[in-house]
C-alpha cells in the first residue's frame, strides 16, 4: 500500500544551520505530498505542499520538490531558526481521492534547533 | 484561521470505562472529520471519515463498535472508545476541512494522549 518514509530524529541542529529532513513515498498513483509541522502543545498545520512531479511546495523559508524520479520530497530549509523547533510530518494523499483527503503520514521527525 | 478545538486534552481512564472525546470547529462548518491515532514514534493512522448526519466510514482493521463516531452537527464529532484497555493508550487526533472553501486544506485539532490504566 501507500506509505511514507521519513528520517527519524530527533534531529538537533544549531541556529543559522541548513536543514534537510529527507522524505520518500510509495504510491500507485499520482499523489499531492505535504509537509505538517506540529509546534510544541498546537495542532498539525499545513507547512506546504505540491501536486505534481517538479512543483516546489515553499512557505516560512521551507521549501520542497515533488521528485517523481526519485519519489522523494525533501524538506529544507537554508537557515534555521530556534522558533523552527517542532515536529515535522511527511505525507501524501491517497491516489484517486480529492487531494486533501485521507492523507498518510510518516512517523514524523523532531527537530530541536539550538540558540 | 479556522480552527479546531479538541477536548480534552489529555484523560486517564480506568480499564473498563468508557471516554468521549469532541472535535469542534470553531470558525467554520465541517462536512467531514477525520479521526487518527498516532503511537509513540509511529505515523498517524486514519482511524475514520467521520461524515455529518450519517455514519462514520472506518479504516479497515478499526472496530467500529470500539471506537463510536457521531457526528451530530456540522462543527461537532465524538470519538468514544467503550471499554477501554491500556492497549488502547495513544494519541488521538481530529481534523476537519471547511465545506465552504475549495481545496480547503486540512485544520488539525491538538490532540488527545488518552491513558488507560
Known amino acids: 500500500g501507500d506509505s511514507v518514509t521519513q528520517m527519524e530524529g530527533p534531529v538537533t541542529l544549531s541556529e543559522e544551520a541548513f536543514l534537510t529532513i529527507n522524505c520518500t513515498y510509495t504510491?500507485?498513483?499520482?499523489?499531492?505530498l505535504f509537509w505538517y509541522v506540529q509546534y510544541p502543545g498546537e495542532g498539525l498545520q499545513l507547512l506546504l505542499k505540491?501536486?505534481?512531479?517538479?512543483d516546489k511546495g515553499s512557505n516560512k523559508g521551507f521549501e520542497a520538490t515533488y521528485r517523481k524520479e526519485t519519489t522523494s520530497f525533501h524538506l529544507e530549509k537554508g537557515s534555521v531558526q530556534v522558533s523552527d523547533s517542532a515536529v515535522y510530518f511527511c505525507?501524501?494523499?491517497?491516489?484517486?481521492?480529492?487531494?486533501?483527503?485521507?492523507?498518510?503520514f510518516g512517523k514524523g521527525t523532531r527537530l530541536h534547533i539550538l540558540p | 484561521g479556522a480552527v479546531v478545538s479538541q477536548h480534552p486534552s489529555r484523560v486517564i481512564c480506568k480499564s473498563g470505562t468508557s471516554v468521549k472525546i469532541e472535535c469542534r470547529s470553531l470558525?467554520?462548518?465541517?462536512?467531514?472529520m477525520f479521526w487518527y491515532r498516532q503511537f509513540p514514534k509511529q505515523s498517524l493512522m486514519l482511524m475514520a471519515t467521520?461524515?455529518?448526519?450519517?455514519?462514520?466510514?472506518?479504516e479497515q482493521g478499526v472496530e467500529k463498535d470500539k471506537f463510536l463516531i457521531n457526528h451530530a452537527s456540522l462543527t461537532l464529532s465524538t470519538l468514544t472508545v467503550t471499554s477501554a484497555h491500556p492497549e488502547d493508550s495513544s494519541f488521538y487526533i481530529c481534523?476537519?476541512?471547511?465545506?465552504?472553501?475549495?481545496?480547503?486544506?486540512?485544520?488539525f485539532g491538538n490532540g488527545t494522549r488518552l491513558t488507560v490504566t
Open positions: 481534523s476537519a476541512r471547511d465545506g465552504a472553501i475549495a481545496n480547503s486544506p486540512l485544520h
Open positions: 504510491a500507485t498513483g499520482y499523489p499531492s
Open positions: 505540491a501536486t505534481k512531479a517538479d
Open positions: 505525507a501524501l494523499s491517497d491516489p484517486g481521492r480529492n487531494r486533501d483527503d485521507k492523507i498518510i
Open positions: 470558525d467554520f462548518q465541517a462536512t467531514t
Open positions: 467521520s461524515n455529518e448526519g450519517s455514519k462514520a466510514t472506518y
